[in-house]
DNA sequence: CTGAAAGCGCTAACAG
DNA sequence: CTGTTAGCGCTTTCAG
C-alpha cells in the first residue's frame, strides 16, 4: 500500500507537500507539483478515504433510508428508480453510497446511530413511515436531510405534482365523455391528500358534483386492498364509468378483478393507475396512466442533499418535479 | 462527539480498557465492563468506524459492482432482486454496502480502485461484462471477489441451476405433447450454453432430434431483438407448436408480437419465458416460466464473500441454486 | 513555496 | 486485569 510518505520520499520533498498537491492547494509550485502527480501515478498511489475522512470529518458518502411495509425492499419498483437516480447524481459529484438501516450485524441500532457510526454526511429518505419516532430523530437531527414524498416545514422534499397528476387524469377522463368517476386512493399521506385535491379540482371545474362515495379507500401497491376495493364498487347498484386506481399494479389487480367479475376493460369499464412503470406498457390493454419522473426526483434529492452538505446550509426547499399524462387503451370514450 | 477519551476519563479508566470492553475483549474485568458500557451508553458514545477502520484496515463494507447494458441500472428486475438479497445478508452480519463505479466525481478510476479508496473487504459482482479488462483486473485483484452467473476456475460464483431450468421447461412442454420447440436464447455467455444444453438434453431424451433452427438468436431483457427473433419465426414455412423466451420480459414481447400477426397464445402457439418475475403473473395469459431464486442468490453471494473476508482464505467455490418450474397459462396442451 | 508536528478516534502490542 | 504508547494515512496550522 502506497501512502503519501512514500512518494514524498520518492519525491525528496515533504508529505505536507505531497497532499497539497494532490488536492490542489495553490500554494505549491507548478513544478513540484508536477513531480509529484507523476509520481504518485508511477508508484500506483491510492488516496485512503478512511484516513481522509478521519481528518476531514467528511466521509463523501450520502446514506439512503429506505423501509418499506411491502418487504419488496430495493426490488419496489418506485424506489428502485429514486435510488438509481440518486446514484448517479451522487455518483457524479464524487459521493458514494450507503444504505442505512437499524439493525446491523445483530446490533440493534437507531438510523441515525448508523449515520453516526459511518459520519454519513447527508440522508435521502424515501417510502418510510415518516411519523415513526427513529425517523423524526434522524430528521431532527444535524444530518442534512432530504426526503421524497414528504411534507413538513422542517425538511428539504423532492415531490412529483401529485395534485396536477389526478387532476390531469381526471379531466382526460372526463373529455372521454366519463362522468361517473371512482377513485380507489392509497394510504392516507400527504401525497394522497394531494391527489385527492386533484381529483376534486378536476370534477369541480367541469360541473360535476363531488360525493364521498367516489372515494374508495385502499392502499398503495398492495394487492388485496385493491382487489377489495374493486369489488366494493362491483358490489353497488350502479357501476362507475372509470376508475382511477393508486398506482399501476392496483390498476393491473383491479383491471383483472373486473374482468373476472365479466367486465370488459375499457369497453365497459375505463381504468387508469398512476405512475408510469414498464408494466403498464406490457399489459393489453396498455394502461392509461400519469408518469412520475422518478430518475429526476432521485437526481434532484442527491443533488439538494449535497448542496446542503457542502454549504452547510441550513435551509430547506420543496421541489416539485412535473409529471407526464401517458394515455393507453385501458381507457376509451363513454359510450 | 464522544470519544472512547471522554468515556474513559468519566470512568477512571484508559481509553485501551475502554476500547477491550467495547469490543468484547476477554482480558476485562466484569465490574470495569459493566461500568464502561453503562457510561458509554449514558454519554450517547457510538463508534467512528473511520477511525477504527484505519487502524485495523477492515471497513465492513462490501461493493457491488453492477453494469448493464441497457442502462436500466438499479431498476434491472433481475438485479434489483439479487441486490436486495446481498444487502439483506451483508447487513445481517453487520457489513454495510458500497456501490462501486468508475467515474467518481468526474474522476475516472478502475474499480479497483474505488475499492482501494474505500478500503472496500469484498466485493460482489453482478450483471457486468466479464471480460472487460476493469473487471479482470479487479477479479485479479487481493481483494475477495464473488460473481453471479459467471464461469472462471479462479472465482467463487453464484449461479442458477440454469441447465435444469431449461431442461425441466423443455420436459414440460414436451409432457404437452409438444415437439416441435423453438429456443429464442439471449447473448453468449456460459449461462446460455448452460441453458441451450438443458434445452438439447431434454430433447434427446424424448428422442426428439435436434436441428439448429431451433435456436434462434437474441438478446435478454431487449425488446427489439426478441421482437425480430419472433419476427424470424414467423417468416418460416412451418410454425412450431411452442417458443421458448430468454426471459419473462423477452416472452411478453414475443406474445405481443405473436398477436400482433394473429395467432392467439396459448391456442396457437405456447409461450414461456425464464426468471419468474412478478410481470409474469399479472399478464395474461400468465406465463408459464422458471422462477430463479434471485433473493437466495444474493444472500449466497453475500455469506460466501464475508466468509472469504474473514477467514482470508483464497479458496473458491462455486454455488449452484435451485430452480423451479412455474406452470402458467402461456403454455396448453398441444391439440 | 515547503516542511515539522500535532491530531482525527481507535486498536494493539507490550509492560506492569 | 489495566495502562502506556505507538501507530493507521491524511490534513492542517504555523514557522521558516
Same mark, same amino acid.
Given at each position: =500500500?502506497?501512502?503519501?510518505?512514500?512518494?514524498?520520499?520518492?519525491?525528496?520533498?515533504?508529505?505536507?507537500?505531497?497532499?497539497?498537491?494532490?488536492? +490542489?492547494?495553490?500554494?505549491?509550485?507548478?513544478?513540484?507539483?508536477?513531480?509529484?502527480?507523476?509520481?504518485?501515478?508511477?508508484?500506483? &498511489?491510492?488516496? +485512503?478515504?478512511?484516513?481522509?475522512?478521519?481528518?476531514?470529518?467528511?466521509?463523501?458518502?450520502?446514506?439512503?433510508? &429506505?423501509?418499506?411495509?411491502?418487504?419488496?425492499? @430495493?426490488?419496489?419498483?418506485?424506489?428502485?428508480?429514486?435510488?438509481?437516480?440518486?446514484?448517479?447524481?451522487?455518483?457524479?459529484?464524487?459521493?458514494?453510497?450507503?444504505?442505512?438501516?437499524?439493525?446491523?450485524?445483530?446490533?440493534?441500532?437507531?438510523?441515525?446511530?448508523?449515520?453516526?457510526?459511518?459520519?454519513? %454526511? #447527508?440522508?435521502?429518505?424515501?417510502?418510510?413511515?415518516?411519523?415513526?419516532?427513529?425517523?423524526?430523530? @434522524?430528521?431532527?437531527?444535524?444530518?442534512?436531510?432530504?426526503?421524497?414524498?414528504?411534507?413538513?416545514?422542517?425538511?428539504?422534499?423532492? =415531490?412529483?405534482? +401529485?395534485?396536477?397528476?389526478?387532476?390531469?387524469?381526471?379531466?382526460?377522463?372526463?373529455?372521454? #365523455?366519463?362522468?361517473?368517476?371512482?377513485?380507489?386512493?392509497?394510504?392516507?399521506?400527504?401525497?394522497?391528500?394531494?391527489?385527492? *385535491?386533484?381529483?376534486?379540482?378536476?370534477?369541480?371545474?367541469?360541473?360535476?358534483? &363531488?360525493?364521498?362515495?367516489?372515494?374508495?379507500?385502499?392502499?398503495?401497491?398492495?394487492?388485496?386492498?385493491?382487489?377489495?376495493?374493486?369489488?366494493?364498487?362491483?358490489? *353497488?347498484?350502479? @357501476?362507475?364509468?372509470?376508475?382511477?386506481?393508486?398506482?399501476?399494479?392496483?390498476?393491473?389487480?383491479?383491471?383483472?378483478?373486473?374482468?373476472?367479475?365479466?367486465?370488459?376493460?375499457?369497453?365497459?369499464?375505463?381504468?387508469?393507475?398512476?405512475?408510469?412503470?414498464?408494466?403498464?406498457?406490457?399489459?393489453?390493454? *396498455?394502461?392509461?396512466?400519469?408518469?412520475?419522473?422518478?430518475?429526476? =426526483?432521485?437526481?434532484?434529492?442527491?443533488?439538494?442533499?449535497?448542496?446542503?452538505?457542502?454549504?452547510?446550509? %441550513?435551509?430547506?426547499?420543496?421541489?416539485?418535479?412535473?409529471?407526464?399524462?401517458?394515455?393507453?387503451?385501458?381507457?376509451?370514450?363513454?359510450?
Amino acid at each position: =500500500m502506497v501512502t503519501i510518505y512514500d512518494v514524498a520520499q520518492a519525491c525528496g520533498c515533504s508529505s505536507a507537500t505531497v497532499s497539497k498537491a494532490l488536492n +490542489n492547494y495553490p500554494d505549491v509550485s507548478a513544478k513540484t507539483r508536477e513531480k509529484i502527480l507523476k509520481k504518485a501515478k508511477e508508484l500506483g &498511489f491510492v488516496p +485512503n478515504l478512511q484516513a481522509r475522512a478521519l481528518s476531514t470529518n467528511k466521509t463523501w458518502n450520502i446514506g439512503v433510508l &429506505f423501509e418499506d411495509k411491502s418487504h419488496s425492499g @430495493l426490488t419496489h419498483y418506485f424506489f428502485s428508480q429514486v435510488l438509481q437516480g440518486v446514484k448517479e447524481q451522487a455518483e457524479e459529484m464524487g459521493y458514494d453510497i450507503t444504505f442505512i438501516s437499524k439493525n446491523l450485524g445483530g446490533v440493534e441500532m437507531s438510523y441515525l446511530e448508523h449515520c453516526n457510526r459511518r459520519k454519513i %454526511d #447527508g440522508v435521502v429518505i424515501a417510502c418510510i413511515e415518516f411519523d415513526e419516532p427513529m425517523v423524526q430523530e @434522524l430528521m431532527d437531527s444535524d444530518i442534512p436531510v432530504v426526503a421524497i414524498d414528504y411534507y413538513s416545514e422542517h425538511i428539504s422534499a423532492i =415531490m412529483s405534482d +401529485n395534485f396536477r397528476g389526478v387532476y390531469e387524469l381526471t379531466k382526460y377522463l372526463i373529455s372521454l #365523455g366519463h362522468k361517473d368517476i371512482n377513485y380507489v386512493f392509497g394510504h392516507e399521506v400527504y401525497v394522497t391528500e394531494e391527489r385527492i *385535491r386533484g381529483f376534486k379540482k378536476a370534477l369541480e371545474e367541469e360541473g360535476i358534483p &363531488f360525493s364521498d362515495d367516489m372515494l374508495i379507500k385502499s392502499k398503495y401497491s398492495e394487492k388485496q386492498p385493491n382487489i377489495d376495493a374493486t369489488k366494493v364498487i362491483l358490489g *353497488r347498484d350502479k @357501476l362507475p364509468s372509470a376508475i382511477l386506481y393508486p398506482d399501476d399494479y392496483s390498476a393491473i389487480w383491479g383491471i383483472n378483478t373486473l374482468r373476472a367479475h365479466g367486465l370488459r376493460v375499457p369497453e365497459d369499464i375505463s381504468v387508469a393507475g398512476f405512475d408510469g412503470v414498464e408494466i403498464g406498457e406490457l399489459v393489453s390493454p *396498455r394502461l392509461t396512466t400519469i408518469k412520475q419522473n422518478t430518475s429526476r =426526483m432521485g437526481k434532484q434529492a442527491s443533488l439538494k442533499c449535497i448542496q446542503m452538505i457542502e454549504s452547510k446550509s %441550513d435551509d430547506f426547499t420543496r421541489i416539485t418535479v412535473g409529471v407526464e399524462l401517458i394515455p393507453g387503451k385501458s381507457t376509451m370514450a363513454k359510450k
